[in-house]
């Protein structure tokens, strides 16, 4: 599940020198590249578009428990490459619990107009319920975002630069690269495109087979703003969440380039 958002950015991060001159080069040009994308990727998808989980942690651990899962993601804050296998599998448990409700959604309110008429309220329900998990998935990856980079300024003093560069751009490629783009792609693009094929394409279809065209055309209607606008509301979060990834990435960057390791200013207290 280790897919890459764009090709061309993997390749600079590859390709980028391991001193400082050359990272700092790099975060300046990913910024730009950055902001480019968000608008690509608005413009190619405009038009198409539960309960928040608690997360608790201390200083040696943070047990996260996904709604409607029942594996508990817990980040093992005493290593760096445990709070990244944490910050991985909860986006991919995430992301599978939300599909499987989807699953559900589907077999018992999509296959007519009249499984949809007496369970349309499981497709309301499941993109709320969509929009809550991914909010809450944020939540607490910027949670453990926050314990790695305080470890690693807790190790930096003793490490080389070169190792602090690879730490970060560890974090970078693991989190703000991959697994954003896997949550982008297999709940905004892949599950979102799979509602609007059962839904709005076919079960509407039914629609104008089983009642009058005024009432089939008022629920396509109905259903199609109620699609577009939670994907819409889902784009909006996963993309502010991505922007906020990288400039907190950039931000604790910059500080480590100066030899700062106290990142109260950047995490806050």
Known sequence: MKQRWSKWKKARLA???????GQITMRKTNRL???????????????????????ESDDASAQQTVQGGTTPVTADAT?????IDAIENDF??????ITTKLDDVEAKAGGSYADYVENSSMLTDWLADAQAETEALISRTDENAAKYYTLLAQQAPTMDWNDISDSMTA??????????????????TDAYKNVYRT???????DAYNTVSYKEASDAKSSVYRAISDAQSSLYR????????????YSDVYSEFYNDNYDLSKVLGD
Not at 199 to 205: L, R, T
């Open 237 to 248: 979060t996963i993309s502010d969440a991505q922007s906020n990834t990288y400039r907190t």
């Open 171 to 188: 974090f970078y490629r693991a989190v703000y690269d991959d697994a954003f783009s896997n949550l982008y792609r297999s709940v905004y």
């Open 15 to 21: 390709d980028t020198p391991n001193n400082k001159e």
């Open 79 to 83: 290593t760096l490459d445990g709070i």
């Open 199 to 205: 839904f709005y394409d076919s079960v509407m279809k």
């Open 33 to 55: 590249a950055m902001c480019a994308l968000a608008v690509a990727v608005s413009c190619m998808f405009a038009g198409c578009t539960n309960t928040a989980q608690q997360a």
């Open 92 to 97: 991919e448990t995430t992301e599978t619990d």
